[in-house]
């Protein structure tokens, strides 16, 4: 059975820092191209970052450039999303997302999210 489940969410003050992380089982993790999207009510889900399957390729939003850093363990199959200098507008449901396609296979994979509130 195929599964993300993102933990460390929470609520933190403006220029604090929290660390997400995205647990994967189920299927090949170091196969997989794995992102970081986030959502808030009323909006599209964005893509905030993003980490090749081998870790040496990783992208990011622009507005969180510089402040977030996403990182993998392949031998744990684990994620990581580490925000620092976190602002109101980065509050949303963060998921946790894996891609693989190739030429026969197409796989996408979603967690069920975790609340990151950023408030004073």
């Known amino acids: 059975q195929v599964q993300l489940v993102e933990s460390g969410g929470g609520l933190v003050q403006p220029g604090g820092s929290l660390r997400l992380s995205c647990a994967a089982s189920?299927?090949?993790?170091?196969?997989?191209?794995i992102s970081w999207f986030r959502q808030v009510p009323g909006k599209e889900r964005e893509m905030v970052a993003s980490?090749?399957?081998?870790?040496?390729?990783?992208n990011y939003a622009d507005g969180v450039k510089g402040r977030f850093t996403i990182t993998r363990d392949n031998a744990n199959n684990t994620v990581y999303l580490q925000m620092n200098s976190l602002k109101p507008e980065d509050t949303a449901v963060y998921y946790c997302n894996a891609v693989r396609t190739t030429s026969t296979v197409s796989n996408n994979y979603w967690g069920q999210g975790t609340q990151v509130t950023v408030s004073s």
């Open positions: 189920g299927f090949t993790f170091s196969n997989y191209a």
């Open positions: 980490i090749g399957s081998t870790g040496g390729t990783t």
